[in-house]
C-alpha cells in the first residue's frame, strides 16, 4: 500500500518540527516519521537556557510538547513508524518504513544523532549499570555519590551541572585543558564546588564487576595511569549521525553527516538534510529550527517549479 504526499519529513526533532509548521502552513499535505518518541536529544534536556522566548529556561521535554502541539495543530501527520530505505523513482522519493510505503517530490531529512561511545573497555558491559549517556534519565539514581562526566562540549558541561543537584562529587574529564563549551557554561561549572576538572586526561577503561567501581585514567602527556573511584560514568563526547540507511543515495557521506547548500537542499534535488544529521550544522536547537524552516520554505519553492513544468491534465 503507498500513501501520496507532498512533503515527507524523516525525524521527530526540532529541526523536523520546524519544517513541518511551515511546510504545512504553506498548505503542503505533509507527514512526518519518528521511530520512538518525538523530540531526539532535545528531550533529555532538563533546562534549555539559550532558546529565544523563554528567558528563565525550559525543560526540553515541555519544548518538545509544545512544538508538536503547533505542527499538529496545522495539519502534520505524524506516524511513530521507522523509516528503513529511500529511493528515488525520477522526481519521486520513495519512503519505506517498517509498516507500510509512501511518496512524494519533497524529502526531508532530520534523522538526527546518536551518543558516541568511548571505545573504551567496560563501557559496553557496564551501560545500563553506571555508565550512561544521559544525566536527565539517570542522575537521580547517583544520589549522594561520585560520578565522573567525559567531555568537553555543551552537553558535558550541562549535564554536569545538573548532576551536582544529586552527587556528591562530579569529575569532569577532559583530553585537554581546552574546552569548546560555551563560556557561560564554563564559569557556572568552574564556580560549581561540587565539580572537580581531572583535565589532560583520557578514559582508558571503566572497571566493576556488576556495576561502574571507578575508571581508570591516563595523563594525554606523561602515560601516567591512575584510578578515580566512581559510581557512575555519564559520557559527553559527541554524536554520530543516524544515515546508515542512506548509503544508497549518500555513498560518499556513508554514516556521516550529509553536505548541503545554502537551501539545505543535498546533492539530490528535491531531498533536504537539516539538524544534527547536517554537515557544518552549528547543533542547537535554534539553529535546527531555522534549518528546518529553510529546508520548508525552499522545498515549497520547489515544488511550485515542479507543478509549472508538469503540463496540466486534459480536461
Known amino acids: 500500500m503507498t500513501d501520496t504526499h507532498d512533503v515527507i519529513i524523516v525525524g521527530g526533532g526540532p529541526a523536523a518540527l520546524a519544517a513541518a509548521i511551515y511546510s504545512c502552513r504553506a498548505e503542503l499535505k505533509t507527514v512526518l516519521f519518528e521511530k520512538t518518541v518525538l523530540g531526539g536529544q532535545v528531550t533529555k534536556t532538563y533546562d534549555v537556557a539559550n532558546y529565544p522566548g523563554f528567558p528563565d529556561g525550559v525543560d526540553g521535554v515541555e519544548l518538545i510538547q509544545r512544538m508538536e502541539q503547533q505542527a499538529r495543530k496545522f495539519g502534520t501527520d505524524v506516524k511513530l513508524e521507522e523509516v528503513t530505505r529511500v529511493e528515488l523513482e525520477g522526481v519521486t522519493k520513495v519512503v519505506t518504513t517498517d509498516a507500510s510505503t509512501y511518496r512524494a517530490p519533497i524529502a526531508i531529512l532530520a534523522t ?8 573504551a573497555p567496560g563501557e559496553n558491559e557496564l551501560r545500563g549499570r553506571g ?50 563549551a560555551e563560556k557561560a557554561l564554563q564559569s557556572q561549572a568552574k564556580s560549581n564546588p561540587k565539580i572537580k576538572f581531572v583535565l589532560n586526561a583520557a578514559v582508558k577503561q571503566i572497571v566493576g564487576t556488576d556495576s561502574v567501581e571507578g575508571v581508570i585514567i591516563k595523563h594525554v602527556t606523561t602515560s601516567a595511569e591512575r584510578e578515580l573511584p566512581v559510581k557512575g560514568v555519564f559520557i559527553f563526547v559527541g554524536n554520530v549521525p543516524n544515515t546508515g540507511f542512506l548509503c544508497n543515495l549518500f555513498p560518499v557521506d556513508c554514516g556521516g553527516h550529509i553536505e548541503t547548500d545554502h537551501n539545505m537542499e543535498t546533492s539530490i534535488k528535491g ?41 496540466a491534465s486534459p480536461s
Open 112 to 119: 538526527g544523532a546518536d551518543p558516541r561511545k568511548l571505545g
Open 131 to 180: 555508565v550512561s549517556y544521559c544525566a536527565t534519565c539517570d542522575g537521580p539514581f547517583f544520589k549522594g555519590k561520585k560520578v565522573a562526566v567525559v567531555g568537553g562540549g555543551d552537553s558535558a558541561f550541562k549535564e554536569g551541572i545538573f548532576l551536582t543537584k544529586f552527587a556528591e562529587e562530579v569529575a569532569l574529564i577532559h583530553r585537554s585543558a581546552d574546552f569548546k
Open 271 to 311: 531531498i533536504y538534510a537539516i539538524g544534527d544529521v547536517r554537515k557544518h550544522s552549528y547543533r542547537q536547537i535554534a539553529t535546527a529550527v531555522g534549518e528546518g524552516a529553510t529546508a520548508a520554505i525552499a522545498a515549497e519553492h520547489r515544488l511550485s517549479e515542479l507543478r509549472t513544468k508538469t503540463p
